[in-house]
């Protein structure tokens, strides 16, 4: 963890994470800054499974 922020990596890529953020264009990174009512967060899946 870098300044206790996590960090998920995805499995797809850069076209495909753009699509999965509603976007027509490829994503290299993503930051999270306020999740509000989605839950992205809870969707990603637990370390170590």
């Given at each position: 963890?870098?300044a ?8 797809g ?31 990603m ?5």
């Amino acid at each position: 963890m870098l300044a206790q922020t996590g960090v998920h990596h995805y499995s797809g890529n850069n076209i495909e994470l753009g699509t999965a953020c509603g976007k027509y264009f490829r994503v290299c990174s993503l930051s999270i800054t306020d999740p509000g009512d989605s839950d992205i967060i809870k969707s990603m899946p637990k370390e170590g499974q």
